[in-house]
């Protein structure tokens, strides 16, 4: 009930598309009295939690924030949400984001833009003068701003993002959160509305790391209808909450320190290395030298996988259909043009153009080339004895959203994610935790990067930063 009155009091905050409060009501009630006869459902019993609204949600509207799916209700629950259902977590509500994942600020979908809740607190109105006048309020960063919001502002405990470039950790990093991108393959997609099915994964908001680690354990392992998911060969129990850093082999790529990040997020990362290294860790600078290609290569690949995923909307089976009737082909491109963003339309043509017969292998062959090249940058660091790398998760601070919309769309959807993107190339898991505020009273949230699987020394690490 105080979540859903608090869901009430942040309404400025636009960070839910959908609030189901009569549902959470019910299912509330119902995990209420299950925990005065002493016999929880599960873990998450009574536990609200949020979900962004590209999951899947059995006879609750699923949006994509597009108006393609305005009216979409699903037949059945996304797997990742089925699990947390059967721990008796209380929905609470399904949060906003850039349309279909596309983005980088939560200020693309047909609802409205995202405002972080820190442009509202203390610090910010301290050290900037604040959003009172109603201009300078800052974003939440995307594509899943509407998770990031929800949990900092504390209107769920948890939240599940989606993670494709880095929609999950970006929002984290700016709204001040614990947000994790699994391992590829550990979390099922089933029920995930594809964004590029070779990288999306579910990801977790949470407002700490014992948190995230609690909910990862629920969420994870081998799902039958989705192929690509496994059984973790590591344990995921690998989560200690007195993780002991010395001997931790920390890498930091000399590549991250890339153009147009800030002074203060690149003192965060320093502070933090000294800060391991005097707690006994080995910190030592590495290489990924393809590091410098990967906003390209996921561009391309991201595209073409783009074009092909979205073929699946054609006004006929679901979604918007257009009331232009001249003939078959015409509805078609009458609903897809209604019924889609400009960023959307813009990613189908570029990769419908990557992907024709004579630029197949120039481009998304290539593309595919250079993505392999990046993961073994990756391989060839942790074969190397590294255990982790620490690298910022942001270039910055939240920008305002003045500031972020001037930024050309296709620059303000991908730009901003040099630090995240190599990560869903490789497929490996990582965390962004947050660290300290800047001088202008907002969050700077750190990243480590992990081996495959070692989804739970991750979070025991960013336990230690936390
Ligand atoms: N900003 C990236 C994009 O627009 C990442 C999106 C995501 O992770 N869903 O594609």
Known sequence: RKCLKRIKKTQHLNAYITVTEELALKQAEEAESRLL??????????IPFAVKDNFCTENIRTTCASRMLK????????????????????????????????GSGSTDGVFGPVRNPWSYAAPYREQSGGAEDDSEWVITGGSSGGSGAAVTSLTSF?????????????????????????????L???????????????????????????????LQGRDLKDSTTVQSPTSHAGFSEDFDVRNLCVGIPKEYHAPGLSQETLAQWSRLADLLEGAGA????VSLPHTQHSIVCYHVLCCAEVASNMARFDGLEYGHRSTEDSSTDAMYAASRHEGFNAVVRGRILSGNFFLLQQNYERYFLKAQQVRRLIAEDFEH?????????????????????SH??????????????????????AGLPAVSVPTALSSRGLPIGLQLIGPAFQDGMLLSVAHWIE
């Open 71 to 102: 009216d979409f209700l699903p037949p059945y629950n996304a797997t990742v949400v089925q699990k947390l259902l059967d721990q008796g977590a209380v929905l609470v509500g399904k949060t906003n984001m850039d349309e279909f994942a596309m």
């Open 158 to 186: 948890l939240a599940l993002g989606s993670d494709t470039g880095g929609s999950t950790r970006n929002p984290g990093a700016l709204c001040g959160a614990v947000a994790l991108k699994p391992t590829y393959g550990l």
């Open 381 to 401: 660091a942790f074969s190397a004895g590294v255990d982790v790398l620490l690298t910022p998760t942001t270039l910055s601070d939240a920008a305002s959203y």
């Open 404 to 425: 972020f919309i001037q930024a050309d769309n296709r620059t303000r959807s991908t730009q901003e994610d040099v630090f995240t993107q190599p990560a869903n190339l």
């Open 282 to 285: 080995r910190v030592r600078e």
């Open 188 to 218: 099922s997609r089933h029920g995930l509305i594809p964004l590029v099915n070779s990288m999306d994964v579910p990801g977790i908001v949470t407002r700490s790391t014992s948190d995230a680690a609690i909910v990862l354990e629920v």
């Open 37 to 46: 006869q002493g016999s929880p459902k599960g873990i998450l019993d009574g």
